[in-house]
């Protein structure tokens, strides 16, 4: 019987193989803390781009604030338009969730909640977008590619805006018409109907979102004799989805009315050729010609695999037209294309390195936790936040009319009404809210405020109480010599002036 000293020596070397496969599995640990870094960075990149620039000076989030204010007040949504001087006329707050919850965060923390809104719907956006394309997209390296382009297409609307909840709900809704129609699953539908009763609340632009999924339902019942259509659940599911998306809708405090505001805001033209934000694409930025490549490669891809008479193709041309049509709404280009090039692009195995969903959710946490100690880096509070508001508004001059006692209708201009509705707390004459005024109201505006010929014959600017306007405009150029005004106020940024009783 040998002993221990007699025994083999082999048993106590390494298996043949052992160090390479340390090797490789410490690579492949490396490689996931890199991508964690990698994902983390790409999360939180656009909020921190965002809470870098610090952006609160927005025209519109005034009155918005204000809105919220008095549905708190009053405990119920206004019905009548109760800012301005058509005090009284039919108006529905179709944005009344968001201006709750933009105006709670500005009574807890001032201008900080303005922007903790814009920061934090940004990351939700991204984390969202992220997701959808991964989930088609099994290379690491191009689904962050395909999140990265979109969000820097549409910086410029990352903004305290409604619109935010839009993008985000859309990009919800996408990823799981893509994913059912992907892989049969019938049971994520049932989010479709509580996603729309959430849009319902807080954007007018749920109805982009029911036009998709119409297209998605009509594609469904088109399935037996199209052959380029994927029949994915099938056209009852998909049927029962749209029927209980549209009774989401419904629950919101104006019922079938909302569809009415919707009609009136898609109908008025007007205002498309003099609200900056609603005019076409200028191309005069690079996150402009990230669009038009999104665009071109998208189709590029559909053509190339044959399926531009498809869903696809028909929901990229739907958003081509109303990103195209409007610079406010590019995000659903931007969108639309991620979602498709995440489709069409394939890569070897060896290349593809999904990461796993815990390792997302925890990249998620950590971007959060980057973001929040943003705040603290650049020490964001009232005082870094308003030197913006000082350029971009009358703010010394609503203090020295306040100070004078002057009440009455104030004839603002479209950009300044909103200001002017959250700190004179007097009746404006117009602001923001296209839809209250209508086409007409602002083609009058806009006329008086550039001191077109006619500009004396404004009936509303002879009824104001007090006329507040951009010291460089051409109508404070005009008052200035006009007999029937008197100037009580100047500085760098704004004029004031009082009629001569």
């Given amino acids: 019987m040998p002993t221990t000293l007699d025994m083999p020596t082999a048993s106590l070397q390494e298996a043949p193989g052992s160090s390479e496969l340390r090797q490789l599995r410490r690579a492949r640990g490396a490689d996931r803390v890199a991508q964690l870094v990698a994902l983390t960075m790409l999360l939180a990149g656009p909020a921190m781009l965002c809470l870098h620039m610090a952006f609160v000076a927005d025209c ?6 204000r809105t919220g204010e008095w549905i708190l007040q009053h405990r119920a949504v206004p019905h009548t338009e109760p800012f301005s001087v058509l005090a009284g006329t039919p108006w529905a707050a179709y944005s009344w969730a968001f201006e709750v919850i933009v105006y709670k965060l500005f009574h807890w ?12 719907m940004v990351l939700l956006i991204t984390i969202a977008l992220y997701r959808m394309v991964s989930r088609v997209q099994s290379d690491f390296t191009v689904a962050v590619l395909l999140t990265f382009i979109p969000m820097f297409s549409m910086g410029h609307l990352l903004t305290p805006r ?14 799981i018409l893509m994913s059912s129609r992907r892989t049969g699953r019938k049971a994520a539908l049932l989010w479709l ?3 729309f009763a959430i849009w319902a609340n807080t954007h007018i632009q749920l109805v982009d979102g029911l036009f998709v999924l119409g297209l998605a339902y009509a594609e469904s019942q088109l399935s037996r004799w199209w052959k380029g259509a994927q029949r994915g659940v099938g056209p009852v599911w998909l049927g029962v989805a749209l029927a209980g998306s549209i009774a989401g809708t419904l629950l919101n405090p104006y019922g079938w009315r909302l569809y009415s505001v919707a009609h009136d805001l898609a109908t008025q033209s007007g205002a498309l050729n003099k609200v900056t934000e609603l005019q076409a694409i200028p191309f005069r930025s690079l996150p402009d010609f990230a669009v038009l490549l999104l665009a071109l490669a998208a189709v590029a891809a559909l053509g190339w695999s044959r399926k531009l008479f498809s869903f ?25 294309a991620a ?3 995440a489709g069409s692009i394939l890569t070897s195995e060896r290349r593809s390195a999904k990461v796993a969903p815990s390792a997302v959710a925890i990249a998620a946490l950590l971007a959060s936790l980057v973001v929040s100690a943003g ?7 009232d005082q870094v936040l308003q030197p913006g508001i000082d350029k971009a508004f009358p703010v010394e001059a609503v203090r020295q009319v306040a100070a004078m006692g002057i009440t009455g209708p104030v004839y603002s201009n479209f950009n ?6 959250w700190n004179l707390r007097s009746p404006v004459v117009i602001d923001g809210r296209q839809n209250v005024y209508g086409d007409q109201r602002i083609d009058r505006s806009v006329a008086t405020w550039s001191g077109e010929p006619d500009w004396s014959t404004d009936k509303e600017l002879a009824a104001a109480a007090v006329v507040i306007g951009p010291v460089k405009s051409p109508l404070v150029q005009l008052l200035r010599t006009d007999q029937h005004f008197r100037k009580v106020y100047e500085d760098q940024v704004a004029a004031v002036f009082v009629p001569q009783r």
């Fill in 60 to 65: 519109d989030v005034w009155w918005h604030m």
């Fill in 109 to 120: 923390f001032g201008l900080p909640g303005i922007l903790a809104y814009s920061t934090g």
């Fill in 162 to 175: 409604p619109w935010m909840f839009t993008i985000l709900l859309f990009v919800f809704e996408l990823d």
């Fill in 193 to 195: 109907p509580v996603i």
């Fill in 312 to 336: 696809e193709g028909a929901l990229l041309a739907f958003a081509i037209v109303l990103s195209f049509r409007s610079q406010r709404d590019v995000w659903v280009t931007a969108v639309v």
């Fill in 339 to 341: 979602i498709i090039l």
């Fill in 375 to 381: 705040f603290r880096m650049w020490r964001i509070s």
């Fill in 416 to 421: 300044w009404g909103g200001y002017l509705i």
